[in-house]
């Protein structure tokens, strides 16, 4: 069975440039979350979806940030514009729905480098 | 507000038992997990405890007080692959994981 898919890996940019990534989930995972992590420190949530629904997004900074989830099975995550500390990189992970979903699977990264 | 707290670093000896702890404080508790993380790669979950005790899967073990904010995970018959950070998280009410700042492990021979 697949894991988690993400893409791209890797992408740098420049600062004010746009930059989009997207995830898809482990099939049956109704429950997707983007974390943000910085060098040597924890992932942060951005988002939570449950299916299509964003039950979560208080940590998401609205102004440059948005994220889509439109059918309930893959999502992207897109800056606009990037600035010099988006430099991190960004987690997807998903779970099992609601109240089961205690174990989380996290795919690969992608890691952002905005010059 | 939310936080958790773990030690930075440990080091430890290819054979030795090594144990990181946790204490959180958080809006609303259902459990905690740990998870390792290899640098370079994605987070990989090691247990989940909602319940106060010892549970125990293969090297590792993972304890919870609740009465104290507080968890641990023991890691025996250390091998140098157990080289990673390790980080506890907090199942809140909302649903979310709220995810400590990591313990980074080195391994030595």
């Known amino acids: 069975e697949a894991g988690v898919v993400q893409s791209p890996r890797y992408k740098i940019i420049e600062k004010k440039q746009p930059v989009a990534f997207w995830c898809n989930p482990i099939?049956?995972?109704?429950?997707l979350y983007w974390y943000l992590q910085n060098l040597g420190q924890g992932p942060e949530l951005l988002i939570r979806?449950?299916?299509?629904?964003?039950?979560?997004d208080s940590q998401l900074p609205k102004d440059r940030f948005s994220a889509e989830r439109l059918k309930g099975v893959d999502s992207t995550l897109k800056i606009q514009p990037a600035e010099l500390g988006d430099s991190a990189v960004y987690l997807c992970a998903s779970s099992l729905a609601g109240g089961g979903g205690n174990e989380q699977f996290f795919g690969p990264g992608t890691r952002l480098t905005v010059l | 507000g939310q936080s958790l707290e773990q030690p930075s670093e440990v080091t430890a000896v290819e054979g030795a038992i090594v144990q990181i702890n946790c204490t959180y404080q958080t809006s609303g508790f259902y459990g905690l997990s740990w998870y390792q993380q290899h640098d370079g790669g994605a987070p990989t979950f090691l247990s989940y405890?909602?319940?106060?005790g010892l549970e125990e899967t293969g090297r590792f073990s993972s304890f919870l007080s609740r009465s104290d904010s507080y968890g641990y995970l023991l890691l025996q018959e250390l091998q140098m692959k157990d080289s990673a950070s390790y980080f506890c998280a907090v199942k809140n009410y909302g649903q979310n994981f709220v995810f400590g700042p990591g313990t980074r492990l080195s391994v030595l021979p």
């Open positions: 979806y449950e299916n299509e629904e964003a039950v979560d």
């Open positions: 405890n909602a319940l106060d």
């Open positions: 099939s049956g995972h109704n429950t």
